[in-house]
């Protein structure tokens, strides 16, 4: 099978992820094990702590999982879902991340547990996912799909690698689905991609493509908490964080954030978990 051409905002989230400069500030900031939207019980709760309740709600939804399921984690990060999910169900999990600098994280944390034979960590993109059709029982991504140029052929490789019957559960950074056109643009920019996607887009593109909705929840809270906590944290140790990946990376990430937190504030962005069931 040709590989596809990837996007351009894939080639670009590789390059980005890849950096020493970005390695250095997830690791440390944005909670290590989870780098993921978390889900807050206080304003100050630890980042890693409510990143890692998003793994376990994710995982409490999922029905039917099982040591026998195979699972796919798209844009898996450092691993810490893939580790969560063997450990606790003991089935086997595929790791597939574009980033090779947190795939070489992700296998040595592999290597320290005693689930690593149940990951297997795959380089590639969520644009061509590297596996035979009706491969999965379960497809599992988190804050991931909003970095594709083209989400509609990350659905329809989502649905060509689930078995019928299968559940793709995922979370995403979006914008409201009633968001003025253009106020998201320094966003856009940041991250250089030309659009977001929506609970309507999701709903709508996963209806035509034969899944049903499982459940659907947004917590745009959630995401502005999460947001403002890594701010804060970010600011806090700030001379710690700029001798690891410099002033430059460290002051546009703070006005990064802030842009975000100031989306959710004015309702333009939206985040939740979104859970489809691929009809037999």
Known sequence: MTPKTRSQAVETAEEYYDSSEADAFYLNVWGGEDIHIGLYEG??????V???????TMAEQLTGLTAESRVIDLG?????AARYLAANVGCHVDCLNLSQTQNELNRTKNQETDVTGLIDVIHGSFEDIPAPDASYDVVWSQDAILHSGDRLRVLDEIKRVLKPGGQVIFTDPMQADNCPDGVLQPILDRIHLETLGSFGFYRSEFGARGFEEVTVSPMLDQLRTHYTRVGEDLQSRYDDIVDLSGGAYVDNMLRGLQHWVSGADKGHLAWGILHFRKKG
Do not use: K, L, Q
């Open 43 to 48: 304003p100050n709760d630890d980042i890693a």
């Open 50 to 56: 409510a990143s890692r309740r998003t793994v376990a």
């Open 76 to 80: 898996s990060g450092y691993g810490g």
